[in-house]
């Protein structure tokens, strides 16, 4: 098991179509948040599939994926973090965390941040002081934001919404639409898993103050007449 195999291994499932289609989606033209990413054109379940027999790579190579200026081998060594996490005793974990923190100049767009925070930040800061949450919250790196958020819905799925709450009100006047995405999304979830009324409690204190796509995503399960209440600032 190396790098090299792996990176064979990606490049046997790829599609120079799927690599166009991946391009776009992921916005890679100029001025656009995944300006200059290059894709090979695998789909994520092809990902899954290849990274199994390499779970065993040490941080030193998964670095090396890492480096790529393939999103595809990011993401492989991204999951390959999230599939040694749980196994990796706790002086493995803190060195897979602090690993990932030191890479998120590389964790640059949000498939990578969504398949991955929850897994690894979020249930290695349980029972541990969470500041750094609030310091990524007021990064100038979005990525750095969205990791911040996405990393408590590990906690949202415990039935825990304080920090969100925290993080989101940290991010209700942030300008990029994917922070504002990923913040409706969460608190539509903490409204699918704590209760619409404790995402109430916080969407009535702070819902003409959010951005439009925001409030859209936050009230997507609600009742359709309550959805276009707070759409329509009559709550």
């Not at 499932?13 to 916005?27: E, V």
């Not at 899954?48 to 993401?75: M, P």
């Not at 109430?200 to 003409?208: G, P, Q």
Request: proline share 3%.
């Amino acid at each position: 098991m190396n790098v090299d195999l792996l990176k064979k291994e990606l490049r046997k499932k790829a599609s120079k179509g799927k690599a166009t289609i991946l391009s776009r989606f992921f916005k890679t033209g100029p001025g656009q948040y995944g300006y200059g990413d290059k894709f090979l054109g695998v789909v994520v379940p092809d990902i899954r599939q290849a990274i199994k027999g390499y779970v065993d790579l040490k941080l030193a190579d998964l670095q090396k994926l890492l480096n790529s200026h393939y999103h595809e081998e990011r993401l492989a060594a991204l999951l390959i973090l999230v599939l040694k996490y749980p196994y990796a005793g706790k002086t493995g974990q803190k060195q897979i965390y602090n690993f990932y923190l030191q890479n998120t100049k590389r964790i640059n767009n949000w498939d990578l941040v969504d398949l991955t925070a929850e897994k690894i930040i979020g249930p290695y800061l349980t029972n541990k002081n969470k500041g750094i949450l609030l310091k990524l919250a007021h990064s100038k790196n979005i990525w750095e934001r969205r990791i911040a958020i996405l990393s408590t819905f590990h906690y949202i799925k415990k039935g825990e919404n304080a920090l969100t709450f925290q993080i989101a009100e940290i991010l209700l006047k942030d300008s990029h639409d994917l922070i504002h995405k990923a913040v409706g999304w969460m608190l539509r979830e903490v409204g699918k898993r704590c209760g619409e009324k404790i995402e109430d409690e916080f969407l009535k204190k702070h819902y003409k103050q959010m951005p439009r796509t925001m409030l859209r995503y936050a009230v997507e399960r609600y009742p359709e007449n309550k959805r276009l209440k707070y759409l329509n600032s009559k709550i």
